[in-house]
């Protein structure tokens, strides 16, 4: 049935003040398959929190999380309807593996796809350091509200969507995720069912619990800084990217890369696409 616009759009989103511990830092990089291989320094550079940390630049989609609040009543959403479209991020300054941060999400945006056909739904997030209010990142969601059209609003989508180059791609990664990895993930503040409740799953049209979107976001931000900077977070500056199908927690991500940033992502095991229309950003050149 249509959302209720009204209800949705007055929807009183909570700010989240956040105090990030080193360990949160090391658990989100662990929830997102770094770590993987503990002989490589480089990874360890994540989650070995008695060194000197580094985060992860996806962390910034977790931090300051206002959670499942699209699973309210009031929020005026069908929540068993609720599936991530797209997501991006920009990172403005080096995220903290430590100290607190100060989340504001919003509404930018409402498109009506029809009648008995979906809403998109655009919310921003802004992260700041709760200290000096300086931002450090920002995020763009679009969420699929599926038959949640017909409420008469615009049907124009907000924001296009970048084209991967139409050749061989440059480099291909592959990943695994793990078969529990959606409930170590939900840890880190997404507590949608979806992910974790095989009933609710169903109720939902899948056979068993899916990989938060969030989570594969992760993996293929992991694939990105291996290929494309050594590790080096400092040098992303933003991702993009189109949720195509949903990925079933021990599936493994082979990711496609292009020297100019593109990039898409398969699960071999189906030969499905998962991934699209994603594009990253890097200070400097890859080698």
């Known amino acids: 049935m249509p959302i209720e616009l009204q209800k949705l759009l007055a929807y009183p989103i909570p700010a989240v003040r956040q105090t990030l511990t080193r ?79 100060i989340g504001e999400t919003r509404i930018v945006g409402v498109v009506d796809k029809g009648p008995g056909q979906g809403a998109l739904l655009y919310t921003q997030k802004e992260v700041r350091d709760a200290g000096d209010g300086r931002l450090l990142a920002s995020t763009l969601s679009t969420t699929f509200l599926r038959g949640g059209g017909g409420f008469g609003g615009d049907g124009t989508p907000r924001f296009g969507s970048h084209q991967v180059p139409d050749r061989e791609p440059d480099f291909l990664v592959d990943l695994p995720t793990r078969p529990e990895q959606a409930l170590y993930y939900r840890l880190n503040g997404d507590d949608n069912p979806l992910h974790a409740d095989p009933s609710v799953a169903r109720e939902a049209g899948f056979s068993r619990p899916i990989l938060h979107g969030l989570c594969t976001f992760g993996v293929v931000c992991h694939a990105l800084l291996k290929t494309l900077a050594d590790y080096d977070a400092s040098r992303l500056r933003g991702m993009a990217l189109r949720f195509s199908a949903p990925v079933l927690p021990g599936e493994t991500l082979r990711c496609e890369i292009w020297r100019d940033g593109s990039f898409r992502a398969r699960v071999p095991e189906r030969d499905a696409l998962v991934v699209s229309n994603g594009l990253a950003t890097f200070a400097g050149s890859a080698d």
């Open 23 to 101: 360990q949160q830092s090391a658990f989100y990089a662990l929830s997102v398959g770094l770590g993987s291989d503990p002989t490589d320094e480089r990874q360890l550079a994540y989650v070995d929190y008695g060194r000197d940390l580094c985060a992860m630049p996806s962390m910034a989609l977790v931090l300051g999380h206002p959670g499942f609040w699209l699973g309210d009543p009031d929020s005026g959403v069908d929540p068993r309807c609720v599936v991530h479209g797209e997501q991006r991020i920009t990172l403005h300054a080096p995220l903290p593996v430590e100290g607190e941060v």
